[in-house]
């Protein structure tokens, strides 16, 4: 089973910053897509990000400006810089590593933005 390790969730007051990092098996990461996803509650899962293996990166209208996505081939690490959070920036953020034969998940961590 492949596993993808999150890490980076936690409490933070609006206008603060958090980072998420995801470790992926050298295997998977260095051909798949990487990207985080989060799940409000009551609300559907969204893509926040996504960076494919070259580095074009990929971001939902409602954080462009404040996350960046980047990925470091050397730690077969992704991971999600989020600056000036808001209080609908709470969900529990998923990490994916895909490719058009396999999508695999983390465990999600949660994010939660006080206001």
């Known amino acids: 089973q492949v596993q993808l390790v999150e890490s980076g969730g936690g409490l933070v007051q609006a206008g603060g910053s958090l980072r998420l990092a995801c470790a992926a098996p050298g295997s998977i990461f260095r051909f798949s897509t990487m990207g985080w996803y989060r799940q409000a509650p009551g609300k559907q899962r969204e893509l926040v990000a996504a960076i494919t293996i070259s580095g074009r990166t990929n971001y939902a209208d409602s954080v462009k400006g404040r996350f960046t996505i980047s990925r470091d081939h050397a730690k077969n690490t992704v991971y999600l810089q989020m600056n000036s959070l808001k209080p609908e920036d709470t969900a529990v953020y998923y990490c994916?590593?895909?490719?058009?034969?396999?999508?695999?998940w983390g465990q999600g961590t949660q994010v939660t933005v006080s206001s």
């Open positions: 994916n590593s895909e490719s058009p034969y396999y999508a695999y």
